[in-house]
């Protein structure tokens, strides 16, 4: 167990909606990382928070957006949603800012029909 | 961007095997991680390697951080049957840099 909760484990919703997707950091931690897993691929790196503020942007798509709340967890939301959005969406939490030393949340997986 | 080429993409092997892999970039990284995934779960840091040449063992598990600074290896050794799952690697730039990931190794121990 790596400290990291991540909730819903799954979420099956259609095309065209709206889900928002929650990560609770390890205790201590301040940046939170997320990263979406497609069949067979690798972890492409989304957006990052430290501290409540954005700190790195990767792939993350214009539909998708993120957040930090003062009690450092984060939410990933994603709108209209295609069905290449399905995939797993990880979260992980650092200690520093912009750490390579991350630890990674169960994951959610979503499922867009 | 940056670019992690790993293989093999898939491995089969028998229990008690030894299993080598490894992770190639177009650019050099500063710091060489490696991480396994369970199926279901998230990826675990096994190894981190922080300097050319560095060779780090954690168990049966030895990694080492490429002189050229653009590749890196993992070994197994006398592997068993938890050693299942998806090993991937990733390479850090710089200080405060993203992570890049390779796209995994799929690896099966027949028991």
């Known amino acids: 167990d790596s400290g990291v909760t991540q909730t819903p484990k799954h979420l099956i919703t259609a095309t065209g909606q709206r889900v928002t997707l929650r990560c609770s950091p390890r205790s201590g931690d301040l940046s939170v990382y997320w990263y979406q897993q497609s069949l067979d691929q690798g972890l492409q790196f989304l957006i990052q928070y430290y501290n409540g503020e954005e700190r790195a942007k990767g792939n993350i798509l214009e539909r998708f957006s993120a957040q930090q709340f003062p009690d450092l967890h984060s939410e990933l939301n994603l709108s209209s949603l295609e069905l290449g959005d399905s995939a797993l969406y990880f979260c992980?939490?650092?200690?520093?800012?912009?750490?390579?030393?991350?630890?990674f949340g169960p994951g959610t997986r979503l499922t867009v029909t | 961007g940056q670019q992690l080429n790993q293989s093999p993409q898939s491995m089969f092997i028998q229990e008690g095997e030894d299993v080598s892999m490894n992770c190639t970039s177009s650019s050099i990284f500063n710091t060489w991680l490696w991480y396994k995934q369970d199926p279901g779960e998230g990826p675990v840091l096994l190894i981190a390697?922080?300097?050319?040449?560095e060779l780090t063992s954690n168990g049966r598990l030895t990694a080492q951080f490429g002189i050229t600074r653009k590749d890196s290896f993992l070994n197994i050794s006398a592997s068993i049957p938890s050693d299942v799952g998806i090993y991937f690697c990733a390479g850090q730039l710089g200080s405060g840099s993203r992570l890049t990931f390779g796209e995994g190794t799929q690896l099966t121990v027949n028991p």
């Open positions: 992980a939490s650092s200690l520093r800012d912009r750490s390579y030393e991350q630890y």
């Open positions: 390697l922080y300097k050319a040449g």
